[in-house]
């Protein structure tokens, strides 16, 4: 009984053990979003994995802080529609979204608004993502495009139902009354 393998099924196995995971990381979009979330966290950008559905006015900055201690927010008066106070953090991602920036707009310590900045490549994803998460979105009409919105206990997110190239690409949480 011969029990060696053939040098070209070796040699076959072997190209397929190195070159399958690297095919799949470059090739797959869900290998690129793992690699841009893997060289993000390298590059020392933090998550920011926030519970969207929990968000509401009695929400405070300390809490968000606590929740995030490696993301530094800077906050500084600017009084608008949102709020008195916008806090601002450079981040790596949110809920697996590889992204750039968040900002809580604050009136007192009562959390208003949360802009998300996200990269522009995921939107499509971050749809999927809020439509299994929310359910289906409503479509709304601003400034001459379309919205997704989805209602939630305390408040509506928004998302742009297409991102151009020229376009911020954000998802944008607002407190119910803001």
């Known amino acids: 009984m011969n029990l060696k393998l053939p040098k070209t099924y070796k040699l076959m196995l072997a190209l397929a053990v190195v070159t399958g995971p690297f095919i799949w990381l470059v090739l797959t979009a869900d290998g690129q979003r793992r690699s841009d979330l893997f060289l993000l966290h390298l590059m020392g950008h933090q998550p920011f994995n926030i519970a969207l559905e929990r968000l ?3 929400v405070g900055l300390r809490a968000i802080e ?9 906050c500084h008066s600017a009084a608008s529609t949102l709020g008195e106070r916008v806090c ?15 900002r809580l707009w604050l009136a007192g310590d009562s959390l208003r608004a949360v802009r998300l900045d996200y990269r522009r490549r995921y ?14 979105p409503k479509l709304q009409a601003a400034g001459g495009s379309a919205i997704n919105s989805w209602e939630l206990s305390d408040g509506v997110l928004l998302l742009p139902t297409t ?5 911020d690409a954000a998802l944008m949480w607002l407190a119910s009354g803001a």
């Open 56 to 58: 509401g006015p009695g």
């Open 66 to 74: 606590k929740q995030f201690p490696r993301v530094t927010f800077d």
């Open 88 to 102: 601002a953090a450079g981040i790596g991602s949110f809920n697996g979204i590889p992204a750039r920036s968040a």
């Open 123 to 136: 939107h499509d994803l971050l749809i999927e993502s809020l439509t299994q998460s929310f359910g289906e």
């Open 163 to 167: 991102v151009d190239k020229d376009d």
